[in-house]
C-alpha cells in the first residue's frame, strides 16, 4: 500500500511540475507548483521525515509561494505571449537536459538491478539538528546572501515592470 502511495504522489509531482514550466498564464504556474511542493511534502512523511514536511508546507508553500502570488499581482502580469523567434536553442536545451535527466535515472535504476546497495536511509540523514548545525554554522554567510539575493531580485522586478507616465517620468 505504501508504493501505491509512493507512486500516486509521485505522479503528481511530476504532473504538475510539468504544467507549472509548460502553462502560460503565471498564476496557473504558481497554484501547480502549491500542488508539486504538497506533493513533495506527502514524499517526506512517507520518508519518515514529518518535520521536513511541515517546514515544506509552512515555509515554501505557505510563505514563499505566496510572495510568488503576491509580486504576480502587484505587477499584473498577464498570459504570455508567443515571441517571434522559433526558440530553437531552448529546445535543444531542453532535449539535452532531458536526455541528462533521463540517463541519471538510468544509471541509478541499473546500479539497482545490478546490485548495488543504497545506504539506508537513517535518522542522520533525517535528522534536523545536524542539517541546522551545518547550515547556520559552516554556510551561514551563503545562506544569508541567497535571502538577500531574492530580495535584490524582487525589488528589481517589481521596479523594472513599474509603468513609468508620459509627462516627467511619473509612475503609474
Known amino acids: 500500500m505504501e508504493i501505491v502511495v509512493f507512486l500516486l504522489f509521485a505522479l503528481l509531482a ?17 497554484m501547480s507548483l502549491v500542488v508539486t511542493l504538497l506533493s513533495l511534502a506527502a514524499l517526506f512523511v512517507l520518508l519518515g521525515a514529518p518535520l521536513l514536511a511541515a517546514l515544506q508546507v509552512l515555509v515554501y508553500t505557505g510563505a514563499i509561494l505566496v510572495l510568488f502570488l503576491f509580486v504576480i499581482m502587484l505587477l499584473n502580469v498577464g498570459r504570455e505571449t508567443p515571441s517571434g523567434g522559433t526558440g530553437r536553442g531552448q529546445k535543444i536545451g531542453a532535449l539535452v537536459t532531458a536526455a541528462a535527466f533521463g540517463l541519471v535515472v538510468i544509471s541509478l535504476l541499473w546500479g539497482r538491478f545490478v546490485g548495488i546497495e543504497m545506504p539506508a536511509l537513517t535518522v542522520e540523514y533525517v535528522a534536523l539538528k545536524p542539517l541546522a548545525r551545518t547550515l547556520l554554522s559552516k554556510y551561514l554567510l551563503v545562506f ?12 528589481a522586478a517589481t521596479v523594472l515592470a513599474r509603468k513609468v507616465g508620459k509627462s516627467r517620468g511619473e509612475t503609474v
Not at 14 to 30: E, G, M
Not at 144 to 155: C, D, K, P, Q
Open 144 to 155: 544569508e546572501m541567497a535571502g538577500l539575493l531574492l530580495l535584490a531580485a524582487v525589488i
Open 14 to 30: 511530476l504532473a504538475s511540475a510539468v504544467v507549472v514550466v509548460s502553462h502560460r498564464n503565471p498564476v496557473y504556474s504558481v
